[in-house]
């Protein structure tokens, strides 16, 4: 009885103890789910809304896969990967087969692509106005080859005095300035007394750098090397009238200049016809040696003195202007040549033709005059060069060379973009491609490669097709005029 007496306050005392552990507020009947020591546990959604999902066993996903609309699904998509696998592959098959199958090799410095254009500082009206047309410069040429400096005195000045006819140092710099906004390259023609021996076409009396001492060309190359920069290259041109190649590397090892300035020969010194000077054919190839055997020329056709018109036969001009542009290295186009400058009747020798400013005006907004037409294509021939980069650096093989064919120069190799370079030097018209029984033989190089029957006419200096169009032609239809040349782009072999 005392345990029991013992046990009643003990059961008091935990009862107040579990009470204390229940909430004050109790739940409402049915609002809360079941309680374990004071605390509700509330039922989730999903046993509250009865049994979980478990899922489709294999039948009944079987049976929902084989329904018409899960069906057209699957064979909808399926046509639509296939569909666009193709895509894809007919688009690449597209691209490689319209993309060139092969670059074009060969350094791409700017002097060849846009070739330069040679003009003594006086015939721009003073040193001061140089650079008032360096615009009409820059659309014929990338480099301007400000020269010669003519000194009247015979004795050879110190070359650490300062040439009066570029100005001040001060005017200079501003003729820079403006040749590069306008992307041109300028070029100082500072050895006056070899311009005779070198640029004419009258005899000479040094064959390189055998009047030139050693130490005059190393100061040359020290300065050229030290002042030269990715952006500002700096280059030492030498002029010569070597052709042979193997002559013309021996001179480019030992003087380590980085151009050679020549002169194109215009062969025998007179026609037997009208009395004046024609392009011999076989001189074309001679030239393309020079290109072959890596040696960077420089060369022009006639000089600041002899210009085109005064060279050649009428119409003959438009020839050397293509033969001027389409042929590889560095061109050099002097002075007044693209608009038919005549030299002065009668003029002594050292007398340069004054540039007519005036009328270049009338002539640059264009015309059906033959000046008209020679600076059109000449400007065509720049932009053709900066564009196509197998006329600028591509390769270049005579296909042939005769008075009855004429001269067919291919430019570019393989597989690639390939031009026909087609002149006429003569009097008389001509079909190169008329079937004949007995075929010239190409000058030099390997055999040339068969021509595809149909081309496309990029030039002509007859009549060229407007800028950005081409015109299809027949190879066996071509005739040649007199004096005519034609610039034709060959489809890829």
């Known amino acids: 009885m005392d345990a029991d007496v013992e046990a009643a306050p003990r059961d008091v005392e935990l009862s107040a103890l579990e009470a204390e552990k229940q909430p004050m507020a109790s739940p409402e009947s049915g609002a809360a789910g079941p309680e374990k020591n004071g605390l509700v546990k509330a039922a989730g959604t999903g046993e509250a809304a009865g049994p979980k999902f478990t899922g489709l066993g294999k039948e009944e996903l079987l049976r929902a896969a084989a329904a018409p609309g899960w069906t057209r699904a699957r064979a909808a998509l399926l046509a639509a990967f296939w569909l666009g696998w193709l895509g894809m592959l007919g688009a690449a098959v597209a691209i490689v087969a319209r993309a060139p199958r092969c670059h074009v090799t060969g350094s791409a410095e700017w002097w060849r692509s846009g070739g330069l254009y040679r003009a003594p500082p006086e015939v721009f009206g003073g040193k001061l106005q140089v650079r008032d047309h360096l615009d009409y410069v820059a659309s014929l040429a990338g480099g301007l080859l400000l020269g010669p400096l003519p000194h009247h005195s015979t004795a050879d000045p110190p070359l650490e005095e300062w040439p009066p006819q570029l100005g001040s140092e001060e005017e200079l710099r501003g003729v820079l300035k403006t040749a590069k906004e306008h992307g041109l390259q300028v070029l100082v023609e500072l050895n006056h007394s070899a311009v005779r021996n070198h640029f004419s076409n009258g005899p000479t009396r040094s064959n390189g750098s055998s009047a030139i001492k050693d130490s005059v060309l190393a100061e040359f190359r020290n300065i050229t090397e030290q002042w030269s920069t990715d952006e500002t290259p700096r280059l030492l041109v030498g002029g010569t009238r070597l052709r042979d190649p193997s002559s013309l590397q021996d001179l480019l090892n030992s003087t380590k200049v980085s151009l050679v300035l020549g002169v194109l020969p215009l062969g025998p010194p007179l026609d037997s016809q009208n009395g004046q000077t024609v392009l011999d054919p076989t001189h074309v190839a001679q030239l393309l040696q020079l290109s072959q055997g890596g040696v960077p020329v ?190 034709l782009r060959l489809p890829p072999q």
């Open 298 to 487: 420089v060369w022009s056709v006639g000089t600041p003195w002899k210009h085109l018109v005064g060279l050649s036969p009428p119409l003959a001009p438009q020839v050397l202007l293509l033969l001027w542009g389409g042929l590889p290295n560095a061109p050099t186009l002097n002075y007044g040549d693209e608009v038919g400058l005549m030299d002065p009747q009668g003029a002594g020798s050292d007398q340069l033709t004054p540039m007519p400013w005036t009328e270049l005006k009338a002539l640059q907004e264009g015309g059906n005059s033959s000046q008209a037409q020679l600076l059109s294509l000449s400007r065509r021939l720049r932009a053709m060069r900066k564009k196509e980069k197998t006329l600028a650096v591509g390769g270049a093989q005579v296909l042939w060379a005769g008075p009855d064919r004429g001269v067919a120069v291919l430019r570019g190799a393989g597989a690639g973009e390939r031009f026909l370079l087609l002149l006429n030097p003569g009097a008389e018209s001509l079909h190169p491609f008329r079937p004949r029984s007995e075929v010239a033989t190409p000058t030099t190089g390997p055999t040339p490669p068969p021509l595809p029957p149909r081309a496309r006419l990029v030039l002509s200096t007859h009549g060229s097709p407007p800028p950005g169009t081409e015109t299809p032609v027949e190879m066996a239809e071509l005739q040649l005029q007199p004096y005519e040349g034609l610039l």
